[in-house]
């Protein structure tokens, strides 16, 4: 079955450090990737995609990501973290052979130390 | 520019209970999809709506849960004789119609707690 793996549950930083939240798919076929985020108290909101194209792909407030086929991936990053980043996110695939599901991974939760 | 609705954002029931989610979709969106999260899990996959049709309902329990969206009105998620086991966060989400890869949009979300 298809699967999608976030490799860090918890992840602390301090402002201005550079971040990275792992996303790994067990899928050899098309797939397209997303990220979610969701700040406290509101509703998930998409960060970026990934349908076709540039492998690297940009999203909201500074966040990008690379698509990596040969290693099955979809890494976050942001190259400087702020206080307000503060959040759980979500990694999510959609695999070609159930082309509306997405399958998530478990979440990330994400503190920034101001 | 109202995104996709959910109410209400907060259910208590007690075990035998009837519960009733119910969502708006975005404006021009006629997809509607069901998941739930459990604590410390990812979302999972419940239901995929179109107006009066169900197209997919194979992330749904087989007893004591169903789901509409009817012609007129907000999806609806209900879930009879709820059990403690149903304790979990319900997410809606909306897309446009046509290409069914188009992206997802989230409600806020409904917290189910049964006691």
């Known amino acids: 079955a298809q699967s999608v793996s976030q490799h860090n549950h918890h992840v602390i930083l301090s402002e201005a450090a550079s971040l990275e939240l792992g996303c790994n798919y067990s899928y050899g076929g098309t797939v397209n990737l997303f990220w979610y985020v969701q700040y406290p108290g509101q509703h998930l909101q998409l960060l970026l995609k990934?349908?076709?194209?540039d492998p690297l792909v940009k999203g909201i407030k500074g966040f990008e990501a690379e698509f990596i086929k040969s290693k099955f991936s979809f890494n976050l990053r942001k190259p400087s973290v702020q206080w307000s980043d503060t959040a759980e996110y979500f990694c999510a695939v959609n695999f070609e052979d159930s082309n509306y599901q997405l399958i998530w991974g478990a979440g990330t939760k994400l503190i920034i130390k101001p | 520019n109202a995104g996709v609705m959910q109410n209400p954002r907060h259910l208590v029931r007690r075990r035998g209970q009837e519960a009733r989610l119910r969502c708006s979709p975005m404006k021009g969106h006629s997809h509607v999809y069901w998941y739930r999260q459990l604590p410390e899990e990812g979302l999972k996959f419940m239901v995929y709506l179109q107006k009066e049709n169900i197209i997919d309902e194979s992330g749904m329990p087989k007893e004591r849960f169903s789901a509409e969206f009817p012609k007129e009105g907000p999806s609806i998620l209900r879930i009879q004789q709820v059990v403690r086991g149903d304790s979990a966060a319900y997410f809606c989400a909306s897309s446009r119609p046509g290409n069914p890869q188009e992206t997802q949009y989230f409600g806020p979300g409904t917290r189910l707690l049964v006691l």
């Open positions: 990934y349908f076709s194209g």
